[in-house]
């Protein structure tokens, strides 16, 4: 069992970077790869980008450029830059755990999810 807790969300102008951090609890981060999803109103989550759990591979959606997903599994923390923001951007970014290597930017694939956390763009 793992648990999730996202940071670093906001409000930032367009073409503003921000930085969203997922801290995980329990054992054996290394274990888990990670991924990123975001949901905008009225609209259904989608994948954004993935990581193995050594880190050598990742995997994003084609929505996402100037975004890059690392972790830290000393610290048990998975990150996303987001630079060049976009006001379309503007979403709800999930973290979310899966135990096994492989990644997939599959929501199913994924046991584990945060709550959430918020990122708005304006123009």
């Known amino acids: 069992q793992v648990q999730l807790l996202e940071s670093g969300g906001g409000l930032v102008q367009a073409g503003g970077s921000l930085r969203l951090s997922c801290a995980a609890s329990?054992?054996?981060?290394?274990?888990?790869?990670m991924a990123w999803f975001r949901q905008a109103p009225g609209q259904e989550r989608a994948f954004v980008a993935a990581i193995s759990g050594s880190g050598v591979s990742t995997a994003y959606a084609d929505s996402v450029k100037g975004f890059t997903i690392s972790r830290d599994n000393g610290k048990n923390t998975v990150f996303l830059q987001m630079n060049s923001l976009k006001p379309e951007d503007t979403a709800t970014y999930y973290c979310?755990?899966?135990?096994?290597?492989?990644?997939?930017?599959?929501?199913?694939?994924?046991?584990?999810w945060g709550q959430g956390t918020q990122v708005t763009v304006s123009s």
């Open positions: 329990g054992r054996a981060f290394s274990s888990y790869a």
């Open positions: 979310a755990a899966r135990v096994g290597t492989a990644i997939w930017p599959l929501q199913y694939r994924y046991e584990y």
